[in-house]
């Protein structure tokens, strides 16, 4: 089992690009959380996906937007990059309703 | 909202010594507590959650309802304990994770 996968490792977009982030989950789990880290910060949540819908959102503005596929998999979408946006990028995954969270190695997003 | 507070950003000991990371929470109520560590170059993972009272590799948490804290202990340390530590909790049926900012413990030889 590979776990929870994310891709890409590593990227570099200019200030004001969008840019899309992609996660599987860990095998027969359904719901996907992604986390901001900042550098020198602890993880904070951005959304939660379940049943392809959006099923809570952390303090993050509108131009963090996400998807989930019916394999389960998801996106993190972010529009009009700011500088302030470059962090790690976490996807988590679990069973809905269970505490048993499964990390992915993240992407590293700089904005320039 | 809830906050969780790990008052040291790094930690030095020895080998062999007494290790505690501290970790206090602000909710009011009873949150789900976790203690995550991301060794170098690895993914973040669960050490221990407190409603399970497990030990895992030595270390134990203890909630304190009174002080509001859960801090993570071990008895002696060891060099493959050397790590990033983040204390989270989750509060009610709302299954986000709230991270403190973390601890980095550097066990010396």
């Known amino acids: 089992d590979a776990g929870v996968t994310q891709s890409p490792t590593h990227l570099i977009k200019t200030r004001g690009q969008q840019v899309t982030l992609r996660c599987s989950p860990k095998s027969g789990h359904d719901t996907v959380s992604w986390y901001q880290q900042a550098l020198g910060q602890g993880p904070q949540f951005i959304f939660q996906y379940y049943e392809e819908e959006e099923r809570q959102r952390g303090n993050f503005p509108d131009r963090f937007s996400g998807h989930q596929f019916p394999n389960y998999s998801s996106e993190l979408n972010v529009n009009a990059l700011l500088l302030g946006d470059s962090a790690l990028y976490l996807c988590a995954s679990s069973f809905w309703g269970g505490y048993g969270y499964t990390f992915g190695s993240g992407t590293r997003l700089t904005v320039v | 909202a809830q906050r969780v507070t790990q008052p040291e950003k790094l930690l030095s000991v020895f080998k062999g010594a007494p290790v505690e990371l501290k970790c206090n929470y602000s909710y009011s109520g009873s949150p789900e507590l976790f203690w995550y560590v991301q060794y170098s170059r690895q993914r973040l993972q669960l050490l221990l959650r407190h409603i399970s009272r497990e030990s895992i590799k030595g270390f134990t948490a203890d909630l304190n309802k009174g002080e509001t804290s859960f801090h993570l202990k071990k008895p002696f340390a060891q060099e493959e304990d050397s790590a990033m530590y983040y204390c989270?909790?989750?509060?009610?049926?709302?299954?986000?994770?709230?991270f403190g900012k973390g601890t980095l413990l550097t066990v010396n030889p």
């Open positions: 989270a909790s989750v509060v009610g049926s709302n299954y986000k994770l709230t």
